[in-house]
């Protein structure tokens, strides 16, 4: 899709959901299992930039890009030309089998570019749960241990381990058990619910003292944290609770996992979160989401004794490093390369911090605003409580829906508005969302 065939600008012409995206849930709602949910049932017709266009021609200003995937735009000229070239040439072999360059270009490129002054190798996958559990794969080989620590209002994925990981019952995991064992929740540092002037060192100590004495340290094969936590409601912990707990696992042979499949790839302003953190130089980096355009890949990079820990043929699965999504990868990954991604990310967080803390300063059932670069989020209270006001959130989600500004709720509570715009998007498109949202605040 060319840049001029999609006019760059919201513009609703039909009740939402329009009368042909009606007809297609319908439609939907027979034949697709009722469990795959919908946010928001209009049916998109194509897509670029920040721009979605549906079926019945209204244009949206997407602030979610389908959850962080499609961070360096919709379409974006260098991915699809980067896919149209790769689809001919060559769709599958299978790279345990016959091997293909573009998958060894998008873990040079990793290896690289993730946190850490250390030698690194590697491995891909499919989906950002699939890494996660070969994160922990490799952690378990390297060390010989089994347990795992995980945190309050953490997200992993929906596959058995991964939902095992997960804080929320509902809905990742009601129903779905009994679920992996040897996954241990640990209270996180959550500073808009902490208590006042707690400090990262002292949150760290809080959970470190859980894992010493509940699960036992010498017992643990890794710890596996977001930088900043995404379902969670971008949750953001103290300085120095990231790199006390890494102090904690390297003194004790433990394994530091960082879960960036939300938070990295350019999306906070720097290539991964955990680069904001003094000091802090996770052991794993599992990676998907933002990494290609849109197309399905992930990874795990790292430490290349715990990555090479495995013995041959342990780790893989047939479609993971896919040459199609794997140069979709080396395209996205090269253009933050070049400049301008990082940059533009952190231009968005001028825009949308100054502007979502001046609507705090007037709204007071906005507790909290929070988040780095692209990845910015506001928790929604009763007036002059911390009590969870998700009535407030939901309300205001539905009055951008109808007016075409896509958002995206997230929290343990559900009362967080998450803001993740494609990095393609314009000043002018963030404004015009960020005035549809105020409007909706004001009629509150
Ligand atoms: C989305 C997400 C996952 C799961 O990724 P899938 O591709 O949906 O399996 C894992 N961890 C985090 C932090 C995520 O945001």
């Given at each position: 899709m060319s840049e001029t065939s999609v006019a760059q600008e919201r513009k609703i012409v039909t009740s939402i959901p329009g009368p042909k995206s009606q007809e297609l849930h319908a439609h939907r709602l027979k034949e697709v299992s009722a469990g795959v949910g919908a946010a928001l049932p209009v049916y998109i017709d194509h897509a670029h930039g920040a721009i979605l266009v549906d079926v019945d021609g209204n244009q949206f200003i997407d602030l979610g890009s389908g959850i962080g995937v499609v961070t360096i735009g919709h379409t974006n000229d260098g991915v699809v030309a980067a896919v149209q070239e790769q689809v001919a040439k060559l769709t599958h072999t299978l790279f345990t089998v016959t091997p293909y360059t573009p998958y060894v270009e998008v873990c040079e490129l990793l290896n690289k570019y993730t946190p850490g002054n250390f030698a690194k190798k590697s491995a891909l996958f499919n989906s950002g749960a699939e890494a996660v559990e070969n994160a922990v794969k490799f952690a378990r080989k390297y060390t010989g241990r089994g347990e795992i620590a995980v945190f309050d209002h953490a997200y992993h994925g929906r596959t058995n381990l991964t939902m095992a990981m997960n804080f929320k019952a509902m809905p990742y995991n009601s129903g779905f058990g009994p679920f992996a064992p040897g996954v241990h929740h640990v209270p996180m540092s959550y500073p808009f619910r902490d208590?006042?002037?707690?400090t990262g060192a002292e949150a760290a100590r809080r959970a470190i003292t859980y894992m010493e004495k509940r699960?036992?340290?010498?017992?643990?094969a890794a710890i596996v944290i977001e930088p900043i936590q995404g379902e969670g409601g971008f949750i953001a912990p103290a300085p120095g609770f990231l790199k006390a707990l890494q102090d904690f696992a390297h003194a004790n042979g433990i394994v530091m996992i960082a879960d960036?499949?939300?938070?990295?790839?350019?999306?906070?302003?720097?290539?991964?979160?955990?680069?904001?953190?003094?000091g802090f130089e996770p052991d794993l980096i599992t990676i998907a989401k933002g990494v290609a355009g849109g197309m399905p890949i992930s990874a795990v990079t790292g430490r290349a004794e715990i990555m090479d820990s495995s013995h041959p043929g342990g780790i893989g699965g047939t479609y993971g490093g896919n040459p199609v999504a794997a140069a979709a990868a080396v395209s996205v990954l090269r253009q933050i390369e070049a400049g301008g991604p990082l940059e533009r990310a952190m231009a968005i967080e001028a825009i949308l911090l100054p502007r979502l803390e001046a609507m705090q300063a007037k709204y007071d059932i906005i507790g909290d605003v929070r988040g780095r670069g692209a990845m910015i989020a506001i928790e929604f209270v009763e007036s002059g409580t911390l009590n969870p006001n998700s009535a407030a959130s939901d309300a205001l989600i539905k009055h951008c829906h109808q007016n075409g500004v896509l958002v995206l709720n997230a929290g343990t509570y559900a009362n967080v508005i998450r803001f993740l715009p494609p990095l393609a998007i314009t000043d002018a498109q963030l404004n015009d969302a960020l005035d549809v949202l105020e409007a909706g605040l004001a009629k509150l």
């Open positions: 208590p006042a002037g707690m699960v036992g340290a010498a017992n643990l960036e499949v939300q938070s990295g790839i350019a999306r906070t302003g720097q290539w991964f979160a955990s680069h904001y953190e003094d």
